[in-house]
């Protein structure tokens, strides 16, 4: 809530925060948290989890297969896995949930309070299933969390990468994933391609981050430290902060 000094954060079994300015970077809770405040209204969350599938060590680098321009989603790749010693990681996988975390049924409450049932939400998910690419890797990564035909499927994929891949080597990487949240903009009826940020300079960003996040994390962090610093009247060093980070404040 907003105070006359700033805002009041109450965390759930913990303190009372009192900060000057807030950034609110929480996945798929950051457009829930926005509209509360009374920012982002006219847009909804479209929530898609990734599945991904391990294999022995066979990759010492990331290597992606070919974007298609036409979906918001990264697209399969194959990586070493940074929890997992002598294992490369092939993924994500796309797949649409009506919740905000992926085990936890629950949050379809969430769903439900920032997804609107309305003409524009209508509009974009009949544009979505109309267009024969967009429908094709729907159904695909449908399949893809069958048992047995799922990784007879994703084999296909993998193949890609590395041609001498076997069935047998690929297995189900399950609970590892979470939720990434697309947003569809209500009155424009369309997807949103890429991140979105809602900021009108009163103090209080929202960051919604999809896939691929980690590819835009640092820039966005960079920007927000820009705006907070003006809105605080602040500096910023930027010749320390290039000597760090290799690149200047937004």
Do not use: W
Not at 8 to 27: I, P, Q, Y
Not at 31 to 60: D, I, N
């Amino acid at each position: 809530s907003r105070t006359e000094h700033g805002f009041e954060v109450k965390v759930k079994h913990g303190d009372t925060l009192h900060c000057k300015f807030l950034v609110v970077s929480a996945g798929t809770y950051s457009l829930q948290l926005a509209q509360t405040m009374g920012k982002g209204k006219h847009f909804s969350v479209l929530p898609v989890s990734g599945s991904f599938y391990f294999a022995p060590e066979v990759l010492h680098g990331k290597v992606y297969t070919v974007q298609n321009p036409k979906l918001p989603f990264a697209a399969i790749h194959g990586d070493p896995d940074m929890t997992k010693p002598n294992t490369t990681r092939f993924g994500p996988t796309a797949l649409m949930l009506p919740v905000l975390e992926r085990f936890n049924a629950r949050t379809a409450l969430g769903f439900l309070e920032s997804f609107h049932f309305t003409k524009g939400t209508a509009m974009t998910l009949f544009h979505l299933m109309k267009d024969k690419d967009i429908r094709e890797f729907i159904y695909e990564n449908i399949g893809y969390e069958i048992p047995i035909h799922g990784k007879k499927s994703f084999l296909k994929q993998v193949l890609k990468i590395v041609p001498s891949m076997q069935l047998d080597d690929l297995d189900f990487a399950d609970h590892t994933t979470g939720v990434r949240p697309q947003l569809i903009d209500e009155e424009k009826g369309e997807l949103l391609m890429g991140a979105a940020k809602f900021s009108d300079g009163d103090g209080v960003i929202f960051n919604m981050t999809p896939s691929p996040g980690a590819t835009s994390a640092f820039a966005n962090a960079a920007e927000d430290v820009a705006t907070v610093t003006q809105y605080l009247g602040r500096q910023i060093d930027s010749e320390s902060f290039k000597t760090v980070f290799g690149v200047l404040p937004s």
